[in-house]
């Protein structure tokens, strides 16, 4: 429901009583420290955020083997933070740590896959490395065109994306073709005053 203090709220209450009753490397603790680092994450508090994707981070190396994908999903998150964070060059190096887990865990052409290239394609393009973000994002987008119907929103997104960088680029005609394949899936997709409506007609 988005009310993030009420979650903090119960997800403290949870934790006392785990903390009472668990030793403290159980993994039951970890997913309740990562609970409340979702909630301060949500609610733009940083720096709390990754004190307690930490904490369960730390759980989790220790109770896990190095390529589960639980610790993907940890590095997954202590990523976002950084990026939310406007620290991109952090951001990076967890979301590779992410990629380099879920391409031994994973069949080449899964969509978990797609989610981690476009990621690290996000952080590129925040960094002003262009030709970086468009090897990610294609990456992402090759994924998704096999997997996903033709009128997915993933897919409007991706096409987004690579149109956004084209235009940062100031490849102009190129961004133009890809702005306008997302709004043909998004016009389809939405009602016709959707607000993502309003982002596609603009960016065109």
Not at 2 to 12: G, I, M, P, T
Not at 64 to 69: E, K, M
Request: proline share 6%; no cysteine; glycine share 4%.
């Amino acid at each position: 429901m988005d009310n993030y203090s009420k979650a903090l709220e119960f997800y403290e209450k949870a934790l006392k009583i785990l903390e009472k009753a668990l030793p403290p490397n159980h993994p039951d603790l970890a997913i309740s420290y990562n609970n409340i680092g979702a909630a301060y994450n949500n609610m733009g508090d940083y720096s709390k955020a990754l004190e307690f994707y930490e904490k369960s981070h730390q759980i989790y190396e220790k109770a896990l083997p190095a390529n589960h994908p639980l610790l993907a999903t940890s590095y997954n998150n202590i990523g976002e933070v950084y990026k939310n964070m406007g620290d991109y060059s952090e951001a990076l190096k967890f979301y590779e740590k992410v990629l380099k887990i879920l391409e031994k865990a994973l069949p080449s052409n899964h969509p978990d896959l797609a989610t981690s290239y476009n990621n690290i394609g996000q952080v590129y393009s925040k960094m002003g490395d262009y030709s970086k973000a468009l090897e990610f994002y294609e990456k992402s987008h090759k994924i998704y065109e096999k997997a996903l119907p033709s009128n997915h929103p993933d897919l409007a997104t991706s096409y987004n994306n690579i149109g956004l960088v084209y235009n940062n680029m100031g490849d102009y005609s190129k961004a133009l073709e890809f702005y306008e394949k997302d709004l043909e899936i998004t016009k389809k997709a939405l009602p016709p005053n959707h607000p993502s409506l309003a982002i596609s007609y603009n960016n065109i």
